[in-house]
């Protein structure tokens, strides 16, 4: 079993930057990657960006790339999303989570990100 816990979302206006965190524990030696996803209120959960645990490999949605940067500290098992230029439709829970190659079977509780105009 593995937790999963973000931390670090706020509001920030448009054009600004914030981090997130999410601290794993547990069983982390079965990670195999992690992810953010972001859901926006009356909209559906979409994928961010990921990162392989083991070799740092990332990938990004579209909507982000070049504008959010994702990493990790293994030795924490920590896992950050950067996001800089901020705009509004960033506006978002942000969500953690943790699992396989196929499958993300940990998640967070999310972390609430605002973006003013």
Do not use: H
Not at 41 to 53: H, M, Y
Not at 69 to 86: C, E, F, G, P, V
């Amino acid at each position: 079993q593995v937790q999963v816990e973000e931390s670090g979302g706020g509001l920030v206006q448009a054009g600004g930057s914030l981090r997130v965190s999410c601290a794993a524990s547990g069983r982390t030696f079965n990670m195999y990657r992690m992810g953010w996803f972001r859901q926006a209120q009356g909209k559906e959960r979409l994928f961010v960006a990921s990162i392989n645990w083991s070799s740092g490999s990332a990938r990004y949605a579209d909507s982000v790339r070049g504008r959010f940067t994702i990493s990790r500290d293994n030795a924490k098992n920590t896992m950050y999303l950067q996001m800089n230029s901020l705009k509004p439709e960033d506006t978002a829970v942000y969500y953690c989570a943790a699992g396989g190659p196929q499958t993300y079977d940990y998640w967070g509780q999310g972390t609430q990100v605002t973006v003013s105009s």
